[in-house]
């Protein structure tokens, strides 16, 4: 893991970093609502299997990936993951942080 980065699961108050991130991933979405961006950022922390993993660089969002864990009913019940919504900010990119991230959801 790079030095710089601290890698920890989303609180509540991180919020406003995630979503300066996910600006940067889709800069031609309308913004949400802040309270309907609150409602589903509370629905997200509260699912089972569900983490939002943010990459901290000097105390600021610099990264962060989605990691959502499945059930299963083949492969003797072994639950299987997927990842979404990874996003570097530009002015962190190019310094293995989505790399970090993507290996600590592992």
């Known amino acids: 893991m790079p030095s710089a980065l601290a ?3 989303a609180a ?3 919020l406003p970093g995630l979503l300066a991130l996910y600006r940067e991933l889709h800069p031609d979405d309308a913004g949400l609502d802040q309270t ?6 509370a629905a997200i922390r ?9 990459g901290f660089a000097n105390g ?3 990264a962060s990936v989605t990691l959502v864990v499945v059930p299963n009913l083949t492969r003797n019940g ?3 993951a997927l990842i979404e919504n990874v996003v570097t900010g530009v002015a962190y990119r190019r ?3 989505a790399g ?3 290996k600590h959801a592992n």
């Open 7 to 9: 890698i920890r699961s």
């Open 95 to 97: 310094r293995g942080y």
């Open 36 to 41: 309907l961006a609150s409602e589903r950022f």
């Open 12 to 14: 509540a108050d991180d």
């Open 100 to 102: 970090a991230l993507i």
């Open 46 to 54: 509260a699912q089972p299997g569900m983490t939002i993993f943010i």
């Open 78 to 80: 072994a639950p299987y």
């Open 60 to 62: 600021i969002a610099a």
